[in-house]
């Protein structure tokens, strides 16, 4: 699954109520851990790009791909602390 594809999911689930946010927690942590797969394999190929312009770009999609995921690890924290919020 693409990075983008993902990250889409996740902004989904943002998104959501808080009801259907606490149903979908388990579905938020597999995007996660694909994030994660995703990010892994990023920081592999980076550490074995030379060319200056491409390890910008890995570098760029690493920091976005760690934000969402970032922002993913927040939200489950502040709906097990605030399950009635929002």
Known sequence: MKAKKLLDRVRRF?????QTQLEQ???????????????????????HEKEPEAQE???????????????GLDQIKHLKENPADE
């Open 57 to 71: 770009v890995l570098q760029n999609k690493l920091d976005v791909i760690y934000a969402q995921r970032r922002k």
């Open 14 to 18: 943002l998104d959501a109520d808080s």
């Open 25 to 47: 927690v388990s579905s938020i942590r597999k995007i996660l851990k694909q994030l994660k797969e995703k990010e892994r394999q990023l920081q592999d190929e980076l550490k």
